[in-house]
């Protein structure tokens, strides 16, 4: 199972990014998916999830500017930030919970991260 995420970069405050993600691999069914974030020198946290019935959950920092989506036939989880502001310089990781194994008898939930994607904020 890979988590290919994609869709940061270099913006000036006020301005829109769009990230995706996309999960390949031996998946049998996707649960929750998430996007989280880390600063420098500050811990991972949650940005966002949306669960595979579509609710939706926010960190109060990106509440209103930030959207989380996701596509369920394509696989694919967004994420929309618009009024990006200096605070959300972060590397953004995506995560997501699969239903995986190699065989049917041995189908299990598991947890995979993607490989992060940088996203640089100027003023």
């Known amino acids: 199972v890979q988590l290919q995420a994609s869709g940061g970069g270099f913006v000036q405050a006020g301005g829109s990014l769009r990230l995706s993600c996309a999960a390949s691999?031996?998946?049998?069914?996707?649960?929750?998916m998430g996007w989280y974030r880390q600063a420098p020198g500050k811990q991972r946290e949650l940005v966002a999830t949306?669960?595979?019935?579509?609710?939706?959950n926010y960190a109060d920092s990106v509440k209103g500017r930030f959207t989380i989506s996701r596509d369920n036939i394509k696989r694919i989880m967004y994420l929309e930030m618009n009024s990006l502001n200096l605070e959300d310089t972060a590397v953004y990781y995506c995560?997501?919970?699969?239903?995986?194994?190699?065989?049917?008898?041995?189908?299990?939930?598991?947890?995979?991260w993607g490989q992060g994607t940088q996203v640089t904020v100027s003023s």
């Open positions: 995560n997501c919970r699969v239903l995986t194994g190699l065989r049917v008898g041995d189908l299990h939930w598991a947890d995979y």
């Open positions: 949306i669960s595979s019935a579509m609710i939706t």
């Open positions: 691999g031996n998946i049998f069914g996707v649960n929750d």
